[in-house]
């Protein structure tokens, strides 16, 4: 469907212009692709941690794949968020009542809805509906996130101030 294509490109997009406006390189290798479905975000995960070197955190673009992230890092045998911090995207009902509870970003669902049916109203009427601004969102931190843990710095592991190692 071309909505959720140009959804995913916009998180994409957003996630590379946030780590770039902090400073921080884009791992192509930390980028993967899923379907929004809580199988793909498991899949993933296994992927992603099989790295030699693996993310020190993970952003899924959907809830439902940022619960897969947890499940995956869980049957690992590692903690969310000690070993692994994970955000998704959407707010869906189930993130708050997940263990733990879904750090995630939330978009306006209901003035999302409302523009999808203008933009429906339009069409019907044989008018070309004008692409929306982007809906704003707000982070809503919940219990899969946590501060990173210190790091020493040594000639063996050398780590810039005010970034993980592996980030």
């Known amino acids: 469907m071309q909505s959720e294509r140009d959804a995913a490109a916009q998180r994409l997009r957003g996630y590379r212009d946030s780590l770039r406006a902090r400073g921080l390189a884009v791992r192509e290798t930390y980028i993967e692709h899923g379907d929004y479905q809580q199988a793909s975000g498991a899949d993933a995960t296994r992927r992603l941690l099989a790295l030699d070197q693996p993310p020190t955190a993970i952003f899924a673009a959907g809830d439902a794949m940022a619960l897969g992230t947890i499940h995956a890092a869980q049957d690992l045998g590692l903690a969310v968020p000690g070993d692994l911090p994970v955000v998704g995207f959407d707010d869906l009902p189930v993130a708050a009542a997940s263990r733990p509870a879904l750090t995630t970003v939330r978009q306006a669902l209901a003035h999302l809805g409302e523009v999808a049916v203008q933009h429906l109203v339009q069409l019907a009427q044989g008018n070309v509906p004008p692409v ?18 210190p790091r020493h710095e040594s000639p063996q592991n050398p780590v810039s101030h005010g970034q993980r190692a592996g980030q």
């Open 132 to 149: 929306p601004a982007p809906f704003p969102t707000v982070l809503v931190t919940r219990e899969s996130t946590a501060p990173p843990p």
